[in-house]
Protein backbone atom coordinates (compact mmCIF):
# COMPACT_ATOMS: atom_id res chain seq x y z
CA UNK A 1 0.00 0.00 0.00
CA UNK A 2 2.96 2.17 1.13
CA UNK A 3 4.63 1.67 -2.05
CA UNK A 4 1.76 2.18 -4.60
CA UNK A 5 1.44 6.01 -2.85
CA UNK A 6 5.12 6.55 -2.47
CA UNK A 7 7.55 8.19 -5.24
CA UNK A 8 9.89 5.79 -6.93
CA UNK A 9 10.28 1.96 -7.25
CA UNK A 10 9.75 0.00 -3.55
CA UNK A 11 10.96 -3.62 -4.39
CA UNK A 12 9.84 -5.80 -1.76
CA UNK A 13 11.76 -9.23 -1.25
CA UNK A 14 10.55 -12.36 0.89
CA UNK A 15 6.60 -11.44 -0.32
CA UNK A 16 3.93 -14.10 0.95
CA UNK A 17 1.95 -15.28 -2.15
CA UNK A 18 -1.31 -15.68 0.54
CA UNK A 19 -4.51 -15.14 -0.85
CA UNK A 20 -4.84 -11.98 1.19
CA UNK A 21 -1.64 -10.16 -0.09
CA UNK A 22 -2.89 -11.22 -3.47
CA UNK A 23 -6.13 -9.17 -3.24
CA UNK A 24 -4.22 -6.13 -1.80
CA UNK A 25 -1.87 -6.52 -4.87
CA UNK A 26 -5.03 -6.89 -7.68
CA UNK A 27 -6.93 -3.90 -5.88
CA UNK A 28 -4.35 -1.53 -6.20
CA UNK A 29 -3.33 -2.50 -9.77
CA UNK A 30 -7.09 -2.07 -10.41
CA UNK A 31 -6.06 1.61 -9.62
CA UNK A 32 -3.55 2.16 -12.27
CA UNK A 33 -0.39 1.09 -10.01
CA UNK A 34 2.23 -1.36 -11.59
CA UNK A 35 3.24 -4.31 -9.79
CA UNK A 36 5.92 -6.85 -11.64
CA UNK A 37 6.42 -9.97 -9.94
CA UNK A 38 9.00 -12.36 -11.06
CA UNK A 39 8.30 -14.94 -8.41
CA UNK A 40 10.68 -13.63 -6.11
CA UNK A 41 11.02 -9.77 -5.77
CA UNK A 42 7.64 -7.56 -6.13
CA UNK A 43 8.64 -4.11 -8.02
CA UNK A 44 5.86 -1.58 -7.29
CA UNK A 45 5.61 1.66 -9.46
CA UNK A 46 4.78 4.49 -6.84
CA UNK A 47 2.11 6.81 -8.21
CA UNK A 48 2.69 9.67 -5.70
CA UNK A 49 0.38 10.58 -2.90
CA UNK A 50 -2.47 11.57 -5.77
CA UNK A 51 -1.83 9.68 -8.17
CA UNK A 52 -4.01 6.56 -7.56
CA UNK A 53 -6.77 6.11 -10.24
CA UNK A 54 -10.59 5.43 -9.61
CA UNK A 55 -11.15 1.79 -10.32
CA UNK A 56 -13.59 0.37 -12.82
CA UNK A 57 -15.10 -2.00 -10.76
CA UNK A 58 -15.64 -2.76 -7.49
CA UNK A 59 -12.67 -4.05 -5.22
CA UNK A 60 -12.70 -7.37 -4.03
CA UNK A 61 -10.52 -7.98 -0.84
CA UNK A 62 -11.47 -11.81 -0.86
CA UNK A 63 -11.05 -12.71 2.81
CA UNK A 64 -8.64 -10.21 4.51
CA UNK A 65 -9.87 -8.09 7.12
CA UNK A 66 -6.59 -6.18 6.82
CA UNK A 67 -7.22 -5.25 3.06
CA UNK A 68 -10.30 -3.87 2.97
CA UNK A 69 -10.28 -1.76 6.36
CA UNK A 70 -6.78 -0.41 5.54
CA UNK A 71 -7.85 -0.07 1.83
CA UNK A 72 -11.16 2.22 3.42
CA UNK A 73 -9.04 4.57 4.84
CA UNK A 74 -6.65 5.04 1.91
CA UNK A 75 -9.64 5.01 -0.22
CA UNK A 76 -11.54 7.79 2.00
CA UNK A 77 -8.24 9.91 1.15
CA UNK A 78 -8.89 9.69 -2.64
CA UNK A 79 -10.93 12.43 -4.53
CA UNK A 80 -12.93 9.63 -6.26
CA UNK A 81 -15.64 6.96 -5.97
CA UNK A 82 -14.77 3.20 -4.79
CA UNK A 83 -16.59 0.15 -3.29
CA UNK A 84 -14.98 -2.75 -1.48
CA UNK A 85 -16.14 -5.97 -0.67
CA UNK A 86 -15.21 -9.14 0.25
CA UNK A 87 -16.20 -13.17 0.66
CA UNK A 88 -19.14 -14.46 2.12
CA UNK A 89 -16.81 -14.56 5.64
CA UNK A 90 -15.93 -11.09 5.02
CA UNK A 91 -19.05 -9.51 4.44
CA UNK A 92 -20.11 -10.59 7.79
CA UNK A 93 -17.20 -8.26 9.66
CA UNK A 94 -17.81 -5.42 11.66
CA UNK A 95 -16.70 -2.22 9.07
CA UNK A 96 -18.67 0.54 11.85
CA UNK A 97 -15.17 0.24 13.39
CA UNK A 98 -13.46 2.07 11.11
CA UNK A 99 -15.91 4.06 8.98
CA UNK A 100 -16.96 5.49 12.32
CA UNK A 101 -13.96 7.99 12.81
CA UNK A 102 -13.38 7.87 8.85
CA UNK A 103 -16.63 9.57 8.63
CA UNK A 104 -15.58 11.66 11.97
CA UNK A 105 -12.61 12.82 9.34
CA UNK A 106 -15.03 13.55 6.45
CA UNK A 107 -15.30 10.60 4.53
CA UNK A 108 -18.73 9.82 3.55
CA UNK A 109 -18.93 6.08 3.51
CA UNK A 110 -21.75 3.82 2.39
CA UNK A 111 -22.60 0.22 3.07
CA UNK A 112 -25.12 -2.46 4.37
CA UNK A 113 -26.78 -2.22 7.46
CA UNK A 114 -25.83 1.55 8.04
CA UNK A 115 -22.37 1.30 7.03
CA UNK A 116 -21.63 -1.40 9.48
CA UNK A 117 -20.79 -3.79 6.81
CA UNK A 118 -19.43 -4.61 3.25
CA UNK A 119 -20.13 -3.83 0.66
CA UNK A 120 -18.67 -0.50 1.51
CA UNK A 121 -19.16 2.39 -0.97
CA UNK A 122 -16.87 5.65 -0.29
CA UNK A 123 -16.74 8.84 -1.72
CA UNK A 124 -13.10 10.34 -0.60
CA UNK A 125 -11.10 13.27 -0.07
CA UNK A 126 -11.02 16.59 1.93
CA UNK A 127 -10.29 15.09 5.31
CA UNK A 128 -9.41 16.41 8.32
CA UNK A 129 -7.27 15.53 11.07
CA UNK A 130 -8.75 14.20 14.81
CA UNK A 131 -8.18 12.71 18.10
CA UNK A 132 -9.46 9.28 18.22
CA UNK A 133 -9.44 6.99 21.17
CA UNK A 134 -10.10 3.73 19.81
CA UNK A 135 -12.15 1.61 21.95
CA UNK A 136 -10.32 -1.43 21.54
CA UNK A 137 -6.49 -1.97 20.93
CA UNK A 138 -6.40 -2.64 16.91
CA UNK A 139 -3.46 -2.51 14.24
CA UNK A 140 -6.24 -2.39 11.57
CA UNK A 141 -8.24 0.53 12.99
CA UNK A 142 -4.62 2.18 13.73
CA UNK A 143 -3.50 1.89 10.46
CA UNK A 144 -6.65 2.39 8.64
CA UNK A 145 -6.74 6.08 10.38
CA UNK A 146 -2.63 6.40 9.71
CA UNK A 147 -3.72 5.80 6.32
CA UNK A 148 -6.07 8.22 5.94
CA UNK A 149 -4.44 10.82 7.97
CA UNK A 150 -1.27 10.54 5.39
CA UNK A 151 -4.43 12.75 3.47
CA UNK A 152 -5.42 15.10 6.20
CA UNK A 153 -5.38 18.52 6.99
CA UNK A 154 -3.61 18.84 10.06
CA UNK A 155 -2.53 16.03 12.52
CA UNK A 156 -4.65 12.74 12.82
CA UNK A 157 -3.76 10.86 16.68
CA UNK A 158 -4.79 7.41 17.53
CA UNK A 159 -5.05 6.51 21.59
CA UNK A 160 -5.58 2.37 22.50
CA UNK A 161 -6.28 1.15 25.41
CA UNK A 162 -3.20 -0.58 25.13
CA UNK A 163 -0.47 -0.80 22.00
CA UNK A 164 -1.16 -3.03 18.90
CA UNK A 165 0.74 -4.26 16.53
CA UNK A 166 3.33 -1.22 15.51
CA UNK A 167 4.18 -2.82 11.97
CA UNK A 168 2.55 -0.04 10.28
CA UNK A 169 4.50 2.72 12.39
CA UNK A 170 7.72 1.65 11.62
CA UNK A 171 6.82 1.41 7.72
CA UNK A 172 5.45 4.55 7.94
CA UNK A 173 8.76 5.72 9.33
CA UNK A 174 10.72 3.68 6.44
CA UNK A 175 9.18 5.62 3.82
CA UNK A 176 9.16 8.98 5.08
CA UNK A 177 6.06 9.74 6.60
CA UNK A 178 5.74 12.68 9.23
CA UNK A 179 4.96 10.19 12.64
CA UNK A 180 5.39 10.83 15.86
CA UNK A 181 4.37 7.71 18.67
CA UNK A 182 3.59 8.15 21.96
CA UNK A 183 2.73 6.41 25.20
CA UNK A 184 -0.18 5.12 23.91
CA UNK A 185 -0.90 5.42 20.52
CA UNK A 186 0.52 7.49 17.01
CA UNK A 187 0.07 11.02 15.35
CA UNK A 188 0.25 11.01 12.15
CA UNK A 189 0.73 14.41 10.05
CA UNK A 190 -1.19 14.97 6.43
CA UNK A 191 0.54 15.78 3.30
CA UNK A 192 3.75 14.78 3.81
CA UNK A 193 5.52 12.82 0.57
CA UNK A 194 6.50 9.35 0.40
CA UNK A 195 9.79 7.48 -0.51
CA UNK A 196 9.92 4.51 -2.24
CA UNK A 197 12.30 2.09 -0.37
CA UNK A 198 13.51 -1.51 -0.69
CA UNK A 199 11.64 -3.98 1.42
CA UNK A 200 12.64 -7.46 3.18
CA UNK A 201 9.70 -9.10 4.91
CA UNK A 202 10.59 -11.66 7.57
CA UNK A 203 9.16 -14.59 8.16
CA UNK A 204 5.71 -14.38 10.06
CA UNK A 205 5.40 -15.12 13.89
CA UNK A 206 1.33 -16.00 12.87
CA UNK A 207 2.35 -18.86 11.25
CA UNK A 208 5.38 -19.62 12.83
CA UNK A 209 3.33 -20.04 15.72
CA UNK A 210 1.66 -23.45 14.68
CA UNK A 211 4.83 -24.84 13.60
CA UNK A 212 5.86 -23.73 17.66
CA UNK A 213 3.14 -25.17 19.04
CA UNK A 214 3.11 -28.75 17.09
CA UNK A 215 7.44 -29.42 18.16
CA UNK A 216 6.21 -27.94 21.86
CA UNK A 217 3.26 -30.95 21.92
CA UNK A 218 4.90 -33.44 19.79
CA UNK A 219 7.53 -35.87 21.87
CA UNK A 220 11.20 -35.92 21.06
CA UNK A 221 10.57 -32.96 18.97
CA UNK A 222 13.51 -30.06 18.36
CA UNK A 223 12.87 -27.23 15.32
CA UNK A 224 14.64 -24.44 14.11
CA UNK A 225 12.45 -21.85 12.93
CA UNK A 226 14.82 -19.19 10.84
CA UNK A 227 13.95 -15.59 9.66
CA UNK A 228 10.88 -15.13 11.55
CA UNK A 229 9.69 -11.40 12.77
CA UNK A 230 10.03 -10.70 16.68
CA UNK A 231 8.42 -7.63 16.98
CA UNK A 232 7.61 -6.92 20.61
CA UNK A 233 4.29 -5.97 19.73
CA UNK A 234 3.95 -9.65 18.23
CA UNK A 235 5.67 -11.83 20.79
CA UNK A 236 2.99 -12.70 23.21
CA UNK A 237 2.55 -15.91 21.76
CA UNK A 238 6.42 -16.47 22.68
CA UNK A 239 5.71 -14.73 26.22
CA UNK A 240 2.71 -17.31 26.81
CA UNK A 241 3.73 -20.38 25.42
CA UNK A 242 7.53 -19.61 27.74
CA UNK A 243 5.30 -19.18 30.67
CA UNK A 244 3.82 -22.69 30.29
CA UNK A 245 6.74 -24.49 30.50
CA UNK A 246 7.63 -24.30 26.90
CA UNK A 247 11.62 -24.34 25.94
CA UNK A 248 11.67 -21.47 23.37
CA UNK A 249 14.60 -19.89 22.64
CA UNK A 250 15.80 -16.44 20.34
CA UNK A 251 18.73 -16.88 18.28
CA UNK A 252 20.83 -14.41 16.33
CA UNK A 253 18.48 -11.46 16.70
CA UNK A 254 19.44 -8.99 14.37
CA UNK A 255 17.65 -6.14 12.15
CA UNK A 256 15.52 -6.13 8.83
CA UNK A 257 13.77 -3.76 7.31
CA UNK A 258 13.55 -1.68 10.53
CA UNK A 259 12.10 -4.81 11.75
CA UNK A 260 13.49 -7.35 14.72
CA UNK A 261 14.05 -10.64 13.48
CA UNK A 262 15.38 -13.83 15.01
CA UNK A 263 15.74 -17.26 14.85
CA UNK A 264 13.60 -19.19 16.84
CA UNK A 265 14.44 -22.79 18.52
CA UNK A 266 11.80 -25.10 20.05
CA UNK A 267 11.96 -28.10 21.75
CA UNK A 268 9.40 -30.63 22.92
CA UNK A 269 8.47 -29.29 26.39
CA UNK A 270 6.03 -30.78 29.77
CA UNK A 271 3.43 -27.33 29.30
CA UNK A 272 1.51 -26.53 32.23
CA UNK A 273 -1.76 -24.20 32.41
CA UNK A 274 -1.93 -20.70 33.14
CA UNK A 275 -3.97 -17.31 33.29
CA UNK A 276 -3.81 -15.29 30.19
CA UNK A 277 -5.07 -11.58 29.95
CA UNK A 278 -4.05 -8.33 29.81
CA UNK A 279 -2.08 -6.14 27.60
CA UNK A 280 -0.12 -9.85 26.84
CA UNK A 281 -3.83 -10.56 24.75
CA UNK A 282 -3.53 -7.87 21.63
CA UNK A 283 0.48 -9.23 21.25
CA UNK A 284 -1.08 -12.49 20.43
CA UNK A 285 -4.37 -12.24 19.55
CA UNK A 286 -3.80 -13.86 16.20
CA UNK A 287 -1.99 -17.05 17.53
CA UNK A 288 -4.75 -17.64 19.89
CA UNK A 289 -6.46 -20.89 17.61
CA UNK A 290 -2.25 -22.32 18.02
CA UNK A 291 -2.31 -21.48 21.94
CA UNK A 292 -5.88 -23.07 22.69
CA UNK A 293 -3.98 -26.67 21.37
CA UNK A 294 -0.90 -26.43 23.56
CA UNK A 295 -3.85 -25.78 26.68
CA UNK A 296 -5.02 -29.03 25.40
CA UNK A 297 -1.82 -30.49 25.92
CA UNK A 298 -0.87 -28.77 29.09
CA UNK A 299 -1.17 -30.27 32.94
CA UNK A 300 -3.98 -28.38 34.70
CA UNK A 301 -6.47 -25.27 33.49
CA UNK A 302 -5.42 -22.84 31.01
CA UNK A 303 -8.00 -19.38 31.58
CA UNK A 304 -8.15 -16.76 28.97
CA UNK A 305 -9.58 -13.56 29.24
CA UNK A 306 -9.87 -10.48 27.35
CA UNK A 307 -9.88 -11.71 24.53
CA UNK A 308 -13.78 -10.69 22.81
CA UNK A 309 -11.89 -9.50 19.54
CA UNK A 310 -11.70 -13.08 19.19
CA UNK A 311 -15.48 -13.62 18.53
CA UNK A 312 -15.21 -10.78 15.26
CA UNK A 313 -12.42 -12.57 13.25
CA UNK A 314 -12.46 -14.66 9.91
CA UNK A 315 -15.14 -16.47 12.77
CA UNK A 316 -16.42 -16.50 16.28
CA UNK A 317 -12.91 -18.11 17.28
CA UNK A 318 -14.02 -18.98 20.80
CA UNK A 319 -17.06 -20.67 20.08
CA UNK A 320 -15.14 -22.39 16.92
CA UNK A 321 -12.00 -23.59 19.26
CA UNK A 322 -14.16 -24.51 21.95
CA UNK A 323 -16.41 -26.59 20.18
CA UNK A 324 -13.92 -28.48 17.97
CA UNK A 325 -11.50 -29.15 21.31
CA UNK A 326 -14.69 -30.84 23.14
CA UNK A 327 -14.70 -32.76 20.23
CA UNK A 328 -11.60 -34.28 20.79
CA UNK A 329 -12.51 -35.21 24.21
CA UNK A 330 -11.25 -31.59 25.97
CA UNK A 331 -13.05 -29.72 28.76
CA UNK A 332 -13.89 -26.63 27.51
CA UNK A 333 -16.16 -23.70 29.23
CA UNK A 334 -16.48 -20.16 27.25
CA UNK A 335 -17.51 -16.89 28.66
CA UNK A 336 -17.90 -13.72 26.74
CA UNK A 337 -14.40 -12.87 26.65
CA UNK A 338 -12.39 -15.97 27.06
CA UNK A 339 -12.83 -19.59 27.84
CA UNK A 340 -10.75 -22.22 30.43
CA UNK A 341 -9.39 -25.04 28.83
CA UNK A 342 -8.56 -28.32 31.00
CA UNK A 343 -5.52 -29.79 29.50
CA UNK A 344 -5.34 -33.66 28.37
CA UNK A 345 -2.65 -36.47 28.14
CA UNK A 346 -5.07 -37.75 25.47
CA UNK A 347 -6.62 -36.68 22.62
CA UNK A 348 -9.41 -38.28 20.47
CA UNK A 349 -9.94 -38.25 16.85
CA UNK A 350 -12.62 -37.24 14.82
CA UNK A 351 -13.75 -35.03 12.40
CA UNK A 352 -13.64 -30.81 13.35
CA UNK A 353 -14.83 -27.86 11.35
CA UNK A 354 -12.57 -24.75 10.15
CA UNK A 355 -15.55 -22.43 9.99
CA UNK A 356 -13.31 -21.36 6.72
CA UNK A 357 -11.17 -19.76 9.37
CA UNK A 358 -7.67 -20.38 8.44
CA UNK A 359 -6.35 -20.18 11.73
CA UNK A 360 -8.86 -22.69 12.85
CA UNK A 361 -8.19 -24.99 10.07
CA UNK A 362 -4.37 -25.19 11.13
CA UNK A 363 -4.25 -25.46 14.55
CA UNK A 364 -7.04 -28.33 14.29
CA UNK A 365 -4.20 -29.74 12.36
CA UNK A 366 -1.50 -29.24 14.82
CA UNK A 367 -3.56 -31.20 17.24
CA UNK A 368 -4.15 -33.80 14.74
CA UNK A 369 0.14 -34.62 15.57
CA UNK A 370 -0.95 -35.67 18.85
CA UNK A 371 -4.35 -37.22 18.82
CA UNK A 372 -5.21 -41.03 19.36
CA UNK A 373 -6.90 -41.66 16.02
CA UNK A 374 -7.20 -39.32 12.99
CA UNK A 375 -8.66 -35.88 12.80
CA UNK A 376 -10.54 -34.83 9.69
CA UNK A 377 -10.80 -31.34 9.39
CA UNK A 378 -13.05 -29.96 6.89
CA UNK A 379 -13.24 -26.98 4.50
CA UNK A 380 -9.09 -26.54 4.80
CA UNK A 381 -9.31 -24.23 1.43
CA UNK A 382 -9.20 -20.90 3.69
CA UNK A 383 -5.75 -21.42 4.81
CA UNK A 384 -4.41 -20.70 1.55
CA UNK A 385 -5.21 -16.78 2.79
CA UNK A 386 -2.23 -17.14 4.93
CA UNK A 387 -0.17 -19.99 4.41
CA UNK A 388 -0.39 -21.85 0.81
CA UNK A 389 2.40 -24.02 1.89
CA UNK A 390 1.08 -25.09 5.21
CA UNK A 391 0.28 -28.67 5.04
CA UNK A 392 3.72 -29.37 2.74
CA UNK A 393 5.97 -27.63 5.29
CA UNK A 394 3.52 -29.96 8.31
CA UNK A 395 4.27 -32.88 6.59
CA UNK A 396 8.18 -32.30 6.02
CA UNK A 397 8.50 -32.02 9.44
CA UNK A 398 5.97 -34.36 10.68
CA UNK A 399 7.82 -37.34 9.14
CA UNK A 400 11.44 -36.08 10.56
Known amino acids: MLGAIANGITTVRGFLRGEDNLSTMHAFRAMGVEIDDDGETIRIAGRGLHGLKEPGDVLDCGNSG ?141 SAAFFIVAALITPHSELLIKNVGVNPSRTGVIDILQAMGGDIQLLDKRDVSGEPVADILVRSSRLKGIAIAGGVVPRAIDEFPAVCVAAARAEGV ?97 SK
Do not use: W
Open 66 to 206: TTIRLITGLLSGQSFFSVVTGDQYLRKRPMKRVVEPLSRMGARIAGRSGGTLAPLAINGGSLKGIDYQSPVSSAQIKSSLMLAGLYADGETTVSEPSLSRDHSERMFQLFGASLVRNDNGVTVRGGAELTAQEVTVPGDIS
Open 302 to 398: TTVRDAGELRVKETDRITAMAGNLRKLGVTVTECQDGMDITGSDRLLGGTVDSSGDHRIAMSMSVAALVASSAITVTDIACVATSFPNFFQLLEKVA
